[in-house]
């Protein structure tokens, strides 16, 4: 999953900033820092070495901005997390699954 968030202008001025969403053979989905917009972009158009969630500057990797959008994802994640209560079973039980075939 790929969330641009709080880029803190990032996308202002003549500056393109794109985060990589998704790398293929030939072509990469990118999502634009400013408009949050995905668009398709040739593999070529992007760093040599470029991986999902980097983040591209005006053509170049930004390890550092890669890094704060990472963590912005992280506390947004950690905010809106629901606690499980203790006696809630999550694991469930060993008896076989109601299945079609089982009920008959």
């Known amino acids: ?3 641009v968030l709080g880029c803190g202008g990032a996308g202002a001025g ?3 900033v794109w985060q990589v969403d998704e790398v293929g053979e030939t072509r990469a989905r ?3 820092a400013g408009s949050g917009k995905a668009r398709m972009v040739d593999r070529e158009a992007l760093p040599p070495g470029t991986r999902e969630g980097d983040v591209v500057v005006d053509g170049r990797l930004d390890p550092e901005l890669r890094a704060r959008l990472t963590r912005e994802v992280a506390e947004a994640r950690t905010r ?3 606690p499980v209560p ?3 079973d999550l694991e469930g039980s060993e008896d076989p699954r109601l299945t079609i075939p089982g009920e008959r």
Request: glycine fraction near 0%; charged fraction near 35%.
């Open 14 to 16: 003549s500056r393109e």
């Open 1 to 3: 999953m790929t969330a």
């Open 80 to 82: 809106r997390a629901v």
């Open 30 to 32: 990118v999502v634009d």
């Open 86 to 88: 203790a006696e809630l």
